[in-house]
Nanobody, 121 residues
Framework: QVQLVESGGGLVQAGGSLRLSCAAS????????MGWYRQAPGKQRELVAR???????YYVDSVKGRFTISRDNAKNTVYLQMNSLKPEDTAVYYC???????????????WGQGTQVTVSP
């Protein structure tokens, strides 16, 4: 079974940095879109950043200039470099990807388990 495994979350002070990683594993034949979502207490889950297989990126306005999404297609891994962190960035961050397993002709959407990012003032 294919899955997404996240790492890099933690507690940092405002102005600090974190780098999240999400590696896809299993019998994967292809990965299309990969991205990061977050859900803060009392708020809806939102798309933070997304990257296509060709490297085109999207960022929600609140993180532009501070966060950078990238991917290593050879390692089936997506990263989120988070700089100049603010308390309002505190949330559970979820990795998301459209992937196709060997023997399948269709892409399916997968979620990571979520990792807590806490930014203290």
């Amino acid at each position: 079974q294919v899955q997404l495994v996240e790492s890099g979350g933690g507690l940092v002070q405002a102005g600090g940095s974190l780098r999240l990683s999400c590696a896809a594993s299993g019998s994967i034949s292809s990965i299309n879109l990969m991205g990061w979502y977050r859900q803060a207490p009392g708020k809806q889950r939102e798309l933070v950043a997304r990257i296509t297989s060709g490297g085109s990126t999207y960022y929600v306005d609140s993180v532009k200039g501070r966060f950078t999404i990238s991917r290593d297609n050879a390692k089936n891994t997506v990263y989120l470099q988070m700089n100049s962190l603010k308390p309002e960035d505190t949330a559970v961050y979820y990795c998301n990807a459209d992937m196709r397993g060997w023997g399948s002709n269709s892409f399916r959407n997968y979620w990571g388990q979520g990792t807590q990012v806490t930014v203290s003032p």
